[in-house]
C-alpha cells in the first residue's frame, strides 16, 4: 500500500510540473483530474463563466438541442477510478456534467462510450441578436 501511494504521489507530482501541452487552453492538468482519470480540453479561446452541474443538459442522438451552440471542450471520463473500480452510469453521468459545468458548458453532445470510458463534447449555447 506505501509503495501504491508512493508512486500515485509521485504521478501527481510530476502532473503539476509538466502541465498540459496542447494547441489549445486545457484544463485537466490538475491532480484530481489525474486522480479521477478524467480530461477536459477547450476546443476555443474564448471564456465562459462556470455553471453548476444541476444546469447541464445531456443530450442523446435522439434529443438534440433546439438552440443555436457552440462546441466549447470535449470531456472524457475513465469507467473505472485510479483503483480500477467499476463506476455507475450515475456517477459517470455526474463527473462528465461537472466537467461541463467548469468549462462553462450548458450541455454534452455526441455522448460516445467505449468499454473503458464515457466522451463528448461540451456545448455552450450561443445568443443570437436581431
Known amino acids: ?9 509521485s504521478i ?4 503539476l510540473v509538466t502541465g498540459c501541452a496542447s494547441q489549445t487552453t486545457c484544463c485537466s492538468s490538475s491532480p484530481r ?3 479521477n482519470r478524467e480530461t477536459v480540453t477547450k476546443t476555443t ?3 465562459y463563466p462556470k455553471k453548476t452541474p444541476q444546469t447541464i443538459s445531456l443530450y442523446t442522438n435522439d434529443n438534440k438541442p433546439n438552440a ?3 462546441v466549447i471542450g470535449i470531456a472524457n471520463v475513465s469507467k473505472t477510478n485510479i483503483f480500477g473500480m467499476q463506476r455507475d452510469q450515475s456517477t459517470l453521468d455526474a463527473m462528465m456534467k461537472q ?3 467548469n468549462l462553462g458548458g450548458d450541455g454534452l453532445i455526441e455522448i460516445n462510450q467505449t468499454d473503458q470510458s464515457i466522451q463528448a463534447k461540451v456545448i455552450a449555447y450561443q445568443k443570437i441578436l436581431l
Open 33 to 35: 483530474h489525474f486522480l
Open 45 to 47: 479561446h474564448d471564456t
Open 99 to 101: 466537467l461541463a459545468a
Open 12 to 15: 501527481v507530482i510530476m502532473g
Open 1 to 9: 500500500m506505501s509503495k501504491t501511494l508512493t508512486f500515485v504521489s
Open 68 to 70: 443555436a451552440y457552440r
